[in-house]
């Protein structure tokens, strides 16, 4: 096990606002990343996200509201900003790729490949498909349209610069094979070593010529030219944290042996990152990341929420109306990491009224009253008294829990958020239940104070074993019920989470 971690966000087109498959990503990376920060220590792990801001899309999105390209990915790149704050994202950096520290270092990145061989110049005649910034082959192209968007394509002939992709095409086979783990999924590192036993990579184009998009990074070797956004943007992971020397060898601190690298992405994006991203980097002469992760779409009635179908929901009206903590609970809980799930209003509000009023928000809510009425507000201190089979079993899941979280959220883990969630909410319900099977006020009746005493005990245990588990999914709410359990007293507050009526 490495003991540094480093993982990186997708960076996010900046044409159009964030929608909530966008907050996704950055919320599943947050709580990784703050677990991390638990194991390793905060110093050891460092979390990068940010935007990507050349290419096309932008360009078009620019011309369309009148302003240069710059001013309006500097007005865009704020609400993003804005939305990871209200999400409580901590990453240590953000990224644009228009900043200086990336496109000299894209530059150099080009120069070196370039010198060694692996880019080289031809006229590319062929399919184009706008939307996607993609290039296709006769035989992809049915009836003119794209065959991811299904969009219609433009045919284009023209000169253009190529990356060797297709030589280091058995490299890279080889290396997914001797490297389970390395895309995950599972079915995803499948279908990427499918794809490439079925295919023959073509060599990637590139470049764009200026007359055609100026809006990117110039080549180096060539000022008529400018860089195609993916070999931009990919690039943002290694040049935010470290810089090629005079011999263009590559040296960081984030990006090395000793550090567990993780690229979290869409599905949708899985082939630039598991074909396109190793190869430019072994080119490039760095070790690819431990782990490509590739997780399912948030849908809106079955097609992929996205801003051009004109589906997708704000983030910051479902924080509005739920909190940002129901929010990103809700997301990491309902559907498996991976999978594909359907947005809904209605299914936040079950979650809510079902885990978090019912089960999380009334045991701390129970407890603390308990406390207050029992025992003035005083926590009985000591270990609990394991002679009954029930708080044995719940002593047991608490122990168990550091077992149950680590294959999920640990650096080589499944990222299996809802199943980590899942054995939480099982020791809160253990707990909940012991509640109505004990019935405290018979015992506070007949004046059975050290069965009451035990019997709190075994509950504050179990909320402070929440707290912490939750901690890195839910960090305000772990902070409130942490300002409520103090060492040894308590702070009663309001309920954590009110039930929310049916509207
Ligand atoms: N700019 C490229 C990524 C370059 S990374 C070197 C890009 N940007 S994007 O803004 O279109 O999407 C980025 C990511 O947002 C996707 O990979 C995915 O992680 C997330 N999502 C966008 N829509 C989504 C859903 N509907 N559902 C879940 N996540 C999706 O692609």
Known sequence: MANKFYITTPIYYVNASPHIGHSYTCIAADTLARYMRSTLGEKNVWFLTGTDEHGQKIQKAADEAKLSPQEFVDKV????????????????????????????????????????????????????CVPCETFWVEGQVVDKLCPDCKRPVERIAEKNYFFKLSKYQGWLAEYIKSHPGFIKPASRQEEVLRFLELNKLNDLCISRPKERLSWGIPLPFDPDYVTYVWFDALINYISA?????????????????????????????????????????????????????????????????????GNAVSPIDMVNEFGTDTYRYFLLRDVPFGLDGNFSEDAIIKRYNADLANDL?????????????????NIPQGKMDLNDDRVKAIADKISGLKGAITPNLGQAGDYNFSAALEYIWSMINMANKYVEETKPWNLAKENKNAELENFIRVLVSVIRASEEALSPFMHRTAALIREQFLEKTIKKGAPLFPRIENK
Request: aromatic share 16%.
């Open 361 to 377: 928000g009334n045991l701390v809510y129970r407890t603390l009253t308990m406390v207050e009425k029992y025992f003035s507000g």
């Open 241 to 309: 944290v470290g810089s090629f020397d005079a011999n263009g060898k590559y040296a960081s601190e984030w990006w090395n042996d000793d550090t567990y690298v993780v690229n979290l992405i869409g599905k949708d994006i899985l082939r630039h990152h598991a074909v396109y991203w190793p190869i430019m980097l072994k080119a490039l002469g760095i070790k690819p990341p431990d782990t490509i992760f590739a997780h399912g779409w948030w849908m809106m009635n079955d097609a992929k929420m996205s801003k051009s179908r």
């Open 77 to 128: 790149v704020v609400q993003f900003k804005g939305l990871w704050n209200k999400l409580g994202i901590s990453n240590n950096d953000f990224i644009r790729t228009t900043e200086k520290r990336h496109t000299e270092f894209v530059r150099t990145a080009l120069e070196i490949v370039h010198k060694n061989g692996d880019i080289y110049e031809d006229t590319y005649e062929g399919w184009y």
